[in-house]
C-alpha cells in the first residue's frame, strides 16, 4: 500500500464517520445516559490509536519473502 493509498482510505474513513457524525447530531438515534458520556474521550483515543498504528505491509511482505 502506497502513503497515497493510505491517505486516500484515511480520508474516506474519516468522510464517512464524519457524516455519521453529522446525522447522530441532527437525529439522534438513542438518547446518551450519563454513564456513556464519559466514554467519548476514550473512543476518540482509540480510533486515534487504531489509525496510528496501522502496520506497513510493504515490511511485512518483504521480510517474509527472506525466510
Not at 17 to 44: F, Q
Not at 45 to 59: E, R, Y
Amino acid at each position: 500500500m502506497t502513503a497515497r493509498e493510505f491517505l486516500t482510505n484515511i480520508t474516506v474513513i474519516l468522510t464517512v464517520m464524519a457524516v455519521g457524525v453529522l446525522l447522530e447530531t441532527v437525529v439522534p438515534m438513542l438518547a446518551a445516559k450519563s454513564w456513556k458520556r464519559d466514554r467519548r474521550a476514550a473512543n476518540l483515543g482509540l480510533t486515534a490509536l487504531s489509525f496510528g498504528s496501522v502496520p506497513d505491509t510493504k515490511v511485512r511482505i518483504e521480510a517474509s519473502a527472506g525466510r
